[in-house]
């Protein structure tokens, strides 16, 4: 398994961002600020060939219905993804996306409107979702296993009931009860998680929303890397780039 780690926005600049992590996720397509192709192919041409971009779906797509809104917003999506050449598109369905039988028809046939409208890298490009509301977790995954999608939510949501499926390649980290620190105790719990699957095919992305999430990503790959050699897996198995360097957020 090859760990991806990143923030939700680039913070700093981005050719210097890339020199430390190995992702990012960016949200382009919303609002007054909506950016445009030739802004989307100069962040690609600054970070360089090795950082992973994740384009947010814009919302009038995630909603999933039906109509030119929908239209219009998979068409800037997909235009997108080709500027900044993208590895992910992060589809987060907003509440009113519910366990419906209709909704998950929608849900469906989304996900194919966007893999025709990516042609020949659709076997390259991965779909995250990220369901909200009212899914169970287990119900989400076995949908996620239906469409070939990678599920994405911390697994430490309900620290109680810890998720784990294989279809959890995209681990979405945010704020947890209104601090702006990840609990240090949930962050070593997730990096033993991480290490124990360490040994599944592919690859799985690790985001940080945080407002920390250089430091806590920092943090992370620390606690992956020291959990690695204890366990025998040696540096070869997990070898972070920018080991060392200050983290100009922590």
Known sequence: MKMLFGCAGVRGAIDNYAKRFEMVEVDPLEGHAKAKPASLKRWRKEAGPALAFSIVAPKALALVRPGPALDAALSDLLEAQRALQ???????????????PLQRERIAKIVERIREGLGDARDIVRIAWAPRGMWELA???TL?????????????IDPREPFWHATLRYLRI?????????????LRALAEALVEDSTADGERAVVFTTPKAPAEVKRLKSLVKALTEEAGGGDDTFSPPGAGKDDEEE
């Open 86 to 100: 993208a590895r992910w598109i992060l589809l987060a369905t907003p509440l009113e996306v519910t366990p419906a």
């Open 139 to 141: 119900d989400a995954a």
């Open 144 to 156: 996620a296993t239906t469409l070939d999608l990678d599920l994405a939510c911390d697994p430490l």
């Open 174 to 186: 945010g704020p947890v009860g209104g601090r702006t620190a990840y609990p240090p105790a949930r």
